[in-house]
């Protein structure tokens, strides 16, 4: 249920909306790191990388149709890890995109090969390591999710998907 109120400051305060829709853009508003904005942000942050998040409004309006119909994070994870490199990527393939969208650098062949091991013996799939990778402390740092001025203070812009 949305509630909208006056208080005579001359805003506008608003609970429980997670779109805003005006004339010459969308909004979401749901950027808490469960809420789907949220998790759009952290999955674009780590598969296209930080700028991806401000730059692809029609990514995250991907993003948010695919979580706002149903689907879960990890398969929107897959969905994206398929998407920028194909499906059944290579392990090192996956490691690599990977760690250079959430650290900014390219791993060594030393940095990336317990990646490597864990997607190749099962331990992780790609879109569960694409998923921890996401969640971590540096991508929420990369992608300004939180902090003044971040997303959760602003809001992601999105074009319909």
């Known amino acids: ?39 759009t942000a952290l999955t674009l942050g780590a598969v296209f990388g930080p700028a991806s998040v401000r730059a692809l409004p029609g990514h ?14 990890l398969a929107l994870m897959q969905v994206a890890l398929d998407a920028r490199l194909g499906a059944n990527a290579s392990p090192q393939a996956v490691v690599d995109l990977l760690y250079f969208n959430v650290l900014g650098t390219q791993p060594t062949a030393a940095e990336a090969a317990p990646y490597v091991a ?38 992601l812009v999105f074009s319909p998907a």
């Open 118 to 155: 864990l997607l190749a013996d099962g331990s992780f799939t790609p879109a569960s390591l694409g998923l921890m990778a996401a969640t971590s402390a540096l991508n929420i740092e990369h992608i300004q999710l939180m902090g003044p001025g971040g997303l959760q203070d602003t809001g």
């Open 60 to 73: 995250v309006g991907i993003g948010l149709q695919h979580l706002d119909t149903g689907t879960t994070p």
């Open 1 to 39: 249920r949305q509630v909208i109120a006056k208080d005579g400051s001359g805003r506008l305060l608003m609970a429980g909306v997670e779109r805003l829709r005006f004339a010459d853009a969308q909004l979401a508003l749901d950027t808490a790191l469960d809420g789907h904005a949220g998790i």
